[in-house]
């Protein structure tokens, strides 16, 4: 009886080997999509599928927050996968280590490059050389929700364009006894407050290496005043942008700055709401908003850059493209390749869509640097401190000026 | 599979301590050493792949005592500890005597206080955040409700107010451990030494301070001590509520210690906060050993 079991497990142990290595070469990529999406356990089943004989794709899921740490522990070990994802500011500090394969000749090949939205395309590339590819394009605009401007006695259909309206229907939109305010957003403590920041700064005609123009100090005052006045909630500096977008959704604020990814929150809504561009500054009127969405890279420890390649020019492709973005995910990303996004009956006849690839054209990269995280932080730090009235605003941005100058030297 | 325990009864026991000392060495003694390793270098994201990086000396944490951040977040730390293990303790301990009695439902409150103690501190930490939300929390209410405020209070986004904040929410979370610990302490007391009080005519004053106390002195060191231990490296439940915010006002040595090493991947200087805080540790167990531990009469 005992030989027989031994005889069978043996024979499943060699059976187990050899199989594995007949089979065609395993590719291991890390995905931070949230699970909801969908969108890669679809790739990776359609590839395998379709092509499973040249290779296959495996998924890890790695939660966003968590990307960064795993990665680095990975390199240090030696036990990176072939291919991950990352979000966008955080791409350039890993490919400053020579943590990407290069893939410059690869895409000049391929010469698809110029059909990408520009400022993502921007953030795959460090030092002159291509890195990956943009896996999704993606921006912030202003959320508002019609029935309250009726209600306040506001045209529905004419949203705030001006930081200086944005202050006026703010104003008369918050409804203390209905706990209800005017406009919320995201000042949190992490990249989702600089995310949210940053395009005010630049509508300042600020930026990350000048960060205490008048114009900048402007919009920083103004989210305090928000902050100040309870035209917005205080608890905006301690929310991440999911839960900022709630107090929207639930009717506990008028207008909201978000991106696409909360549009799940009002699938139920029993309100008419609308989105319009990012409002800007009444004196330079200079269009702006931020550049979100992830980025695929080849591991430069790869053994299997070019299946990766494959892979990507796959996923990349004009049909796939439209099959995994519009089908899949039901059109609720934005594909990062512009060709693609501007088919007409697609993204750009949805109202909705249509306005944040219209804003997408001003969206600007965060960085590319590769200490972007604290950049970042002292970013959040200042916002922060003014809206907490630790500083005045003016000089909460004075003394980021003077932390973020030894980054730029 | 035979052998005489007698003859190599001392081969036998060394060859017991083997499993435990090398336990001790791989997952205590190493990572020791290696942070210590760690902290002495320049180590960063761009170093991190390099089979030996560059030793720097001291450097990392001279960066860190000039770091202004170091001050507060050494003071954070204080105040959030102090803070922390007086309220849990003398919480703790009240519940103690009080659960000590005999009475109805006795078993039924002991267990339901404990059960705080078994939640993870992610949850602990996001369902106090909802309940101090100066917008919609239960606690900003109930003040209100009660005329004890008029204006919401900002509990977690006021950098004034904000430590507080934690540190009630920590309060909480740390009186079961107390309390349990204490309890045994009790239950170990010796019974006759109060009833030879009792017919003394002691009041349950005079029992406390001259019986209870001393005898406990043991179990009372051991529950400071650990809970000292247990909140100066509480990581998980501020950096669920504040992430160390607003400003920096939540932020203690072990937050600061995470958000260099794995925000900005200065894992040097990450390291040199960490080994900060496991001397200061190393100070105050040694206090404890010399004054608490293996002095029983």
Known sequence: ?409 | MKFSIKKDQNNFYFKMLVPAVLFFIIFIIYPIYFNIRLSLEDATLRTIMLPQRPFIGLENYLTIIRDPLFKKALINSLIFTTGSVFFQFTIGFSLALFLFKKFPLNKFVRSSIILGWVLAPIVVGTVWSWLLNSDYGLFNYLLKSLNIITQEIRWLTNPNIALRGVVITNVWFGIPFNMLLLTGGLSSLPQDIYEAAKIDGTNTFQKFIYITLPLMRQTIGATLMLGVIYTFRVFDLIWVMTRGGPVNATTTLPIWSYQLSFDFFNLGEGAAVANILFMIMLVIALIYIKFFAGKEE
């Not at chain 1, 990665?71 to 979000?87: K, N």
């Not at chain 1, 460090?126 to 896996?135: A, L």
């Not at chain 1, 995201?186 to 600089?194: I, K, N």
């Open chain 1, 1 to 409: 009886m005992k030989i027989k079991l031994y005889l069978f497990i043996t024979i499943l142990f060699i059976t187990s080997i050899t199989s594995s290595v007949m089979a065609a070469p395993v590719l291991e990529l890390w995905e931070v999509f949230p699970d909801d999406a969908h969108f890669w356990e679809e790739a990776a089943e359609k590839w395998n599928e379709n092509y499973g004989d040249q290779f296959t794709i495996e998924l890890r899921f790695v939660p966003q927050a968590e990307l960064r740490r795993e990665l680095s522990t990975a390199l240090m070990t030696g036990t990176d996968p072939d291919l991950v994802t990352i979000d966008n500011p955080h791409f350039a500090s890993f490919a400053d280590i020579g943590a990407f394969a290069d893939l410059t000749e690869k895409v000049e090949e391929w010469g698809e490059a110029d059909q990408y939205f520009e400022g993502s395309w921007n953030s795959v590339i460090y030092d002159g050389k291509i890195h990956g590819v943009p896996v999704d394009s993606n921006t912030i605009a202003l959320f508002y929700n019609k029935d309250h401007f009726r209600e306040a006695g506001l045209d529905p259909d004419s949203p705030p364009t001006t930081w200086n309206e944005l202050r006026e229907y703010g104003e008369k939109l918050t409804v203390p006894e209905k706990n209800r305010r005017g406009f919320t957003f995201c000042a949190d403590r992490s990249e989702e407050g600089t995310f949210q920041f940053l395009p005010f700064i630049q509508q300042g005609g600020g930026s990350i290496d000048n960060i205490n123009t008048p114009g900048a100090i402007a919009a920083l005052q103004l989210w305090t005043d928000f902050v100040d006045n309870g035209w917005a909630s205080s608890e905006v500096i301690s929310v991440g942008q999911q839960e900022s977008f709630s107090m929207f959704a639930e009717e506990n604020a008028s207008m909201a700055i978000n991106g696409p990814w909360v549009l799940y929150q009002l699938d139920d809504v029993e309100f008419e709401w609308g989105l319009t561009l990012m409002p800007v500054n009444d004196d330079l009127n200079i269009q702006s908003s931020a550049l979100g969405g992830f980025n695929l890279g080849v591991m430069k420890s790869s053994e299997y850059q070019d299946e990766a390649w494959e892979f990507i020019k796959w996923l990349h492709s004009e049909d796939i493209m439209i099959e995994m973005y519009w089908d899949v995910l039901g059109g609720s990303r934005i594909p990062p390749r512009g060709d693609i996004a501007n088919l007409p009956g697609k993204w750009v006849e949805n109202d909705v869509m249509a306005v944040f690839i219209e804003q997408l054209e001003f969206a600007q990269p965060r960085g590319p640097h590769p200490k972007w995280p604290e950049i970042s932080s002292i970013i959040q730090i200042a916002i922060h401190e003014s809206l907490t009235g630790a500083k005045t605003p003016e000089a909460a941005l004075n003394d980021a000026a003077v932390k973020l100058e030894p980054y730029f030297e």
